[in-house]
């Protein structure tokens, strides 16, 4: 079974509009950490934002926000304002447990932003 | 420099070829990951190196060789490889251990390998 699904292969959004990436995951442990990577076609894959399993609050970098539904186990990262800028590939993450050693990976959402 | 680097950032060899890839962090984190990414494939971890000494072998051939020698190097020796093996390699760092806050990876632009 995918321990991360993306279900979205590619997105489309137009300039200075919000966008939601899905993201749903699968694990059995109580402590785990959700991350949203960002790769521009140069392929440097940027850290965009996390979410750890007992934050109470949503977690918010800048014009990016993660909807975090714990009981759904959906980590959706939204991000507001688009720029032409946000078009790339986007990966959300998984770790389980403390250590940082195992990060799984979703198949990733392109998103293209329409001027 | 800062961050994660790699090079070279482009490789192209032949199948008898021998090649390295070189990664430095300057985040002062202790460990270190190589990954492959593949057209249409999620990312798939290689190697893992923790303190210099290597935590994590995923099944990956023995064409493909990592070398750690102190935590803030790692290489990624290549020899014989196969077409199929052509990919972006990706190079990681992470500050691990229990309570260390965001225990995220961060990357480096990778190397875009082409073997022929």
């Known amino acids: 079974a995918q321990k991360i699904t993306q279900t979205q292969p590619g997105m489309f959004v137009q300039e200075k509009e919000a966008v939601t990436l899905d993201c749903t995951y699968d694990t059995s442990d109580p402590s785990y950490g959700l991350f949203w990577y960002k790769q521009p076609s140069s392929g440097e894959m940027i850290f965009l934002i996390y979410q750890g399993s007992y934050d109470q609050q949503n977690a918010t970098e800048g014009r990016y926000s993660l909807n975090f539904q714990k009981a759904r186990k959906s980590a959706n990262l939204v991000i507001s304002a688009s720029q032409l800028g946000d078009s790339a590939m986007y990966f959300c993450a998984m770790r389980e447990g403390y250590s940082s050693y195992k990060l799984i990976f979703g198949s990733g959402t392109r998103l293209l932003v329409r001027p | 420099e800062t961050g994660v680097t790699q090079t070279p950032r482009h490789l192209v060899m032949g199948m008898t070829n021998k090649k390295s890839l070189k990664c430095e962090q300057h985040?002062?984190?202790?460990?270190m990951y190589w990954y492959k990414q593949s057209a249409k494939k999620p990312l798939e971890l290689m190697f893992v190196y923790s303190l210099e000494e290597r935590v994590e072998n995923n099944s990956v051939p023995s064409r493909f060789s990592p070398e750690c020698p102190n935590s803030s190097h790692l290489f990624l020796h290549l020899h014989t490889l196969q077409p199929e093996d052509s990919a972006l390699y990706l190079c990681?760092?992470?500050?691990?251990?229990?309570?260390?806050?965001?225990?995220?990876?961060?990357f480096g632009p990778g190397t875009r390998l082409t073997v022929l």
């Open positions: 990681a760092s992470s500050q691990d251990g229990v309570g260390t806050g965001v225990w995220g990876q961060f």
């Open positions: 985040l002062g984190h202790n460990a």
